[in-house]
């Protein structure tokens, strides 16, 4: 999105096909270049981020890839939070969760994700408050985007999934920014088919 930011645009902007392919991993101490890369093409801009294997090698690792398109028309239709969150059965609410914590310990984050203030689920489906806690509310002056809300409004769902596994993102289909997001935001999740899990993936 900061790469984009100085783009001529003529609409909202979605991330298209972007697909993780391998972690960023920065050791203690450790200071590493990393770029994102545009390259134009007809409709958009192929999208590649990449980073220094060693800070004194001349071989670029590349974690991700996807495109970046401005779409031509902004989405209007407004949704009913009420009615949705209203539509859960009462044995879906979970309690109060001030922090979206993956199970087995395999991932840990900072207080920033301390910000699901009311999680519900259902069958193949899942609604959530996210609020970012006030001591970080000043990131928003530099995130379009804020990772921890991103992460918690679409990570939240997998508190569904029984057992111990972790599942982390590996690719986003499409993903179209009609605006900043704010400090509080809701999030309603629901799973095109049932959840399958095969060699290790969530699908």
Known sequence: LAACASRPRNGPLEIQDFTFLTPLVVEDDQEKGVRTILHQGEDGWECRVVSQ????SDAWIEHAIGRIEFTATELTATQDLQAIETSFEPEGRLPATQKYQPPNGFLALGDRWNCCKRVKLGKEKGFAVLELPEAFIGDLDGYQLHPALFDCATGFPLLNVQGE?????FSYKRLRLNGALPPKVYS????????QTTAGTLK
Do not use: N
């Open 53 to 56: 294997s060693h800070s004194d």
């Open 165 to 169: 596994k972790c599942y982390l993102p």
């Open 188 to 195: 309603y999740a629901r799973s095109v088919e049932p959840a």
